[in-house]
């Protein structure tokens, strides 16, 4: 043992010496040669003859092992009486091509050490994802910190999908400390701002995402539409709407949709339709008509709305509009005037949106034999997702455990409609309907589906509004992705309530931003 600590200390000196000796001798033989090769070479004792082979070597007479000196200079060679320079003295030169060999692989031997350390230390603290070649490579370190916040941002998406709330803020704050300009995770602190209460940030933060993400804007929209919806804050709901309606041609009639349901909820009419009248001014015809009843509604003018609505829309129809003109008739308690209203729209509606809206016509009256009846019609439809979606909202507004079984079924019998469907819509659509055990089938199938990362709840609560209840509305749709025409059934049969986030996330949001 004693012999192998004396070889390795001595081979470390030696180590040292040749980095040394690479820049000391080549530099010294260097200027001699530059200065006209005047007298002995600067490493060759000057005492022996000039003759090759025989000379020794000033710069060895330190080394624990001489051979190791060749590195250096390849001119020093064994003979029978030791080590000695293989040149005479005019042929001495220095050798800096060794030297920027050995020293440039002896650093990029350290570097690729410590590129190893960093990588490795950086994967145990939390971000396994990341690869040896952004830590190797310098023009790649500025990923390091996106892979961490992108790791970041998953474990807060676990955290919150699992219930544990405070630990989902915190990796969320980390998250977009180590990358301001992340987009998922600014995204999902906005929605969480707006849960704990701070409205005025969160607007800011969304606004800021709409205006700097331009590519984005349709998502943060969206979001920003669900999050007002969810926390049930009608007026600015209504004026994001309103926007959006003007600036988003193609989906105008969505955003209407939702421009009317804030209305309605947020008791806005008729002010807000006033206050607005030069922008409503530019929507559709038909958008203005179902703006104008609500108007009316706001002035206690039921008759007046209600006559309005009764009268069929000439045209330019469009669907949502026309579903959104009867589907009113419904809630104001006048499902006759909904039928004739949908007998008048039939044609334009298409024969699978008629008997879609007339299955709500008879849930509303309560004739549960009709509805049964043409929602078997309903299924006879040739099959496939957007038929299926469908099917599945009109099941969230009104559940039947038996029609969404006899739905299932037919989804799983017919070749590969179960491989192209939303797995997460058909499974909250049977925990709606109260067969959350024949739905687990959907935690793996379906066109996304995510496993194990289901929250384990078998109902779904439509009466509170925390984001950390897994039974609520809040805290499914945060944690899994559902079609747009399903999340907006689900947040509309939410109860208005205020919501909150725990006070113990709360103080964690503050000391991190503290």
Same mark, same amino acid.
């Given at each position: 043992m004693s012999a192998l600590v004396r070889r390795l200390?001595?081979?470390?000196?030696?180590?040292?010496?040749?980095?040394?000796?690479? $820049?000391?001798?080549?530099?010294?033989?260097?200027?001699?040669?530059?200065? $006209?090769?005047? !007298?002995?070479?600067?490493?060759?004792?000057?005492?022996?003859?000039?003759?090759? $082979?025989?000379?020794?070597? *000033?710069?060895?007479?330190?080394?624990?092992?001489?051979?190791?000196?060749?590195?250096?200079?390849?001119?020093?060679?064994? !003979?029978? %009486?030791?080590?000695?320079?293989? #040149?005479?003295?005019?042929? #001495?030169?220095? %050798?800096?091509?060794?030297? #920027?060999?050995?020293? !440039?692989? $002896?650093?990029?031997?350290?570097?690729?050490?410590?590129?190893? @350390?960093?990588?490795?230390?950086?994967?145990?603290?939390?971000?396994?994802?990341?690869?040896?070649?952004?830590? %190797?490579?310098?023009?790649?370190? =500025?990923?390091?910190?996106?892979?961490?916040?992108?790791?970041?941002?998953?474990? =807060?998406?676990?955290?919150?999908?699992?219930?544990?709330?405070?630990?989902?803020?915190?990796?969320?704050?980390?998250?977009?400390?180590?990358?301001? *300009?992340?987009?998922?995770?600014?995204? @999902?602190?906005?929605?969480?701002?707006?849960?704990?209460?701070?409205?005025?940030?969160?607007?800011?933060?969304?606004?800021?995402?709409?205006?700097?993400?331009? #590519?984005?804007?349709?998502?943060?929209?969206?979001?920003? *539409?669900?999050?007002?919806?969810?926390?049930?804050?009608?007026?600015?709901?209504?004026?994001? =709407?309103?926007?959006?309606?003007?600036?988003?041609?193609? *989906?105008?009639?969505?955003?209407?949709?939702? @421009?009317?349901?804030?209305?309605?909820?947020?008791?806005?009419?008729?002010n807000f339709i006033e206050e607005n009248a030069a922008a409503i001014g530019q929507l559709a015809p038909h958008a203005r008509l179902l703006l104008q009843a609500e108007a009316e509604l706001g002035r206690n003018g039921r008759e007046t709305a209600l006559a309005a609505l009764r009268q069929p829309f000439e045209g330019p129809l469009n669907v949502t509009y026309m579903q959104e003109q009867v589907g009113r008739l419904l809630q104001l308690g006048d499902p006759e005037g909904a039928e004739r209203l949908l007998r008048y729209y039939g044609h334009a509606l298409g024969n699978f949106e008629a008997q879609a809206q007339q299955y709500l016509i008879d849930c509303v009256q309560g004739d549960g034999w009709s509805a049964r009846a043409t929602f078997h019609g309903l299924m006879r439809a040739e099959l496939e997702p957007g038929i299926v979606e469908r099917l599945q909202t009109l099941l969230l507004r009104y559940p039947d455990r038996e029609l969404y079984l006899q739905l299932q079924q037919r989804v799983l019998q017919r070749p590969g409609l179960a491989q192209k469907v939303d797995g997460p819509a058909m499974w909250v659509t049977a925990l709606v309907c109260d067969a959350a055990e024949e739905g687990r089938v959907w935690q793996n199938l379906g066109v996304q589906h995510f496993g194990d990362h289901y929250p384990p709840v078998t109902h779904v609560d439509f009466t509170r509004r925390r984001i950390d209840e897994p039974n609520s509305v809040i805290h499914l749709i945060n944690v899994l992705t559902f079609p747009r025409e399903v999340i907006y059934t689900l947040l509309a049969k939410v109860q208005p309530e205020a919501v909150r986030l725990p006070a113990d996330a709360k103080r964690a949001l503050r000391q991190r931003e503290g």
């Open positions: 200390h001595t081979g470390l000196l030696d180590a040292v010496r040749m980095g040394w000796a690479l $820049g000391y001798w080549n530099l010294r033989k260097t200027l001699w040669v530059l200065g $006209g090769r005047k !007298g002995r070479a600067p490493c060759q004792d000057r005492y022996d003859d000039d003759v090759a $082979g025989c000379i020794r070597c *000033h710069a060895i007479l330190d080394w624990a092992e001489p051979a190791r000196f060749r590195r250096v200079c390849p001119l020093l060679q064994p !003979g029978p %009486f030791g080590w000695r320079c293989s #040149v005479a003295s005019r042929a #001495v030169r220095p %050798f800096w091509g060794r030297a #920027v060999a050995w020293i !440039g692989g $002896g650093l990029l031997t350290l570097y690729l050490a410590g590129a190893v @350390l960093v990588w490795q230390l950086l994967v145990f603290a939390g971000t396994p994802e990341l690869r040896f070649r952004q830590v %190797f490579w310098p023009a790649a370190w =500025s990923e390091i910190r996106e892979q961490q916040a992108q790791s970041f941002f998953r474990q =807060s998406i676990d955290a919150f999908r699992r219930g544990r709330l405070v630990e989902a803020v915190l990796a969320l704050q980390s998250a977009r400390m180590r990358n301001p *300009h992340h987009y998922d995770a600014a995204l @999902l602190m906005a929605q969480v701002t707006q849960f704990q209460g701070n409205h005025a940030d969160a607007d800011e933060l969304f606004q800021t995402l709409l205006s700097n993400f331009p #590519v984005q804007r349709q998502r943060t929209a969206v979001t920003y *539409h669900d999050t007002l919806l969810a926390i049930d804050r009608m007026p600015a709901l209504a004026s994001l =709407s309103l926007a959006m309606a003007r600036r988003e041609h193609g *989906h105008t009639a969505l955003w209407v949709r939702s @421009l009317l349901l804030a209305v309605r909820r947020g008791e806005l009419a008729p």
